[in-house]
């Protein structure tokens, strides 16, 4: 059972240049989450999907895009790297219906993506 | 504004002893709160969840308390192993999202 699988795992981009982070759950979560991770800072949310079709910004939306694209995937998108978005992202999902962001299920997370904009 | 706050320095014990980590919170008023595991190079992984209801909640050596007058969780790791060193994440379930701490590093030395 792989829970949340990320990827990549690694990746180097200068700045300007776009990616896109995938993400997947095989565990049949409503909800799905991404986060960055900075030293001193903890996790901040970026974006959040409560389900199918829907999406929500969080704490640090700004510079990214996200798609649900069904149930099992959310992808987050970097359409101008900038160096201010160096960090580790971490996707996260929850069987919580509401989004899970009042905290009443726990949330399950990947391995993370590294992320260096030079 | 709100405010979470973990010990920032690395909580060093002896294997066997009881180690103890604090979450304080400020202007919050969570009906969650939960606790997570994180080693280094990986995710985040769920341990405890307890409810503002409860004032207690255990887990085989985990025991997690919820203080909300003080607003204070304590979690506890009894007869610590050094298998147990890794930093440790509190989330608090707010009015709309979940808010993360900035984690304690616990080092069991052998």
């Known amino acids: 059972n792989a829970g949340v699988t990320q990827t990549p795992k690694f990746q180097v981009l200068k700045t300007g240049q776009s990616m896109t982070l995938q993400c997947a759950q095989d565990m049949n979560h409503n909800s799905m989450y991404w986060y960055r991770q900075d030293p001193g800072m903890g996790l901040r949310l970026i974006y959040y999907?409560?389900?199918?079709?829907?999406?929500d910004k969080g704490e640090v939306p700004n510079g990214y895009n996200v798609s649900r694209l069904n149930k099992r995937e959310f992808s987050l998108r970097l359409e101008s790297a900038a160096p201010s978005q160096t960090s580790v992202y971490f996707c996260?999902?929850?069987?919580?219906?509401?989004?899970?962001?009042?905290?009443?299920?726990?949330?399950?997370f990947g391995d993370g993506t590294r992320l260096s904009i030079l | 504004s709100q405010k979470i706050e973990q010990n920032s320095e690395a909580l060093n014990i002896q294997e066997g002893k009881t180690a103890t980590l604090t979450c304080n919170y400020t202007?919050?008023?969570?009906?969650?709160l939960q606790w997570y595991r994180q080693d280094p190079g990986r995710g985040p992984v769920f341990l405890l969840l307890i409810r503002e209801n409860e004032k207690e909640k255990r887990k085989e050596r985990l025991k997690v308390t919820f203080d909300t007058t003080l607003k204070q969780s304590l979690f506890h790791i009894t007869a610590s192993q050094p298998a147990d060193s890794a930093t440790y994440l509190c989330?608090?379930?707010?009015?709309?999202?979940?808010?993360f701490g900035t984690g304690t590093l616990l080092a069991v030395q052998p």
């Open positions: 999907s409560a389900s199918e079709g829907t999406t």
């Open positions: 202007n919050y008023s969570p009906a969650y």
């Open positions: 996260a999902s929850s069987s919580a219906r509401d989004g899970g962001i009042i905290g009443n299920q726990p949330q399950h």
């Open positions: 989330a608090l379930g707010a009015t709309n999202k979940l808010i």
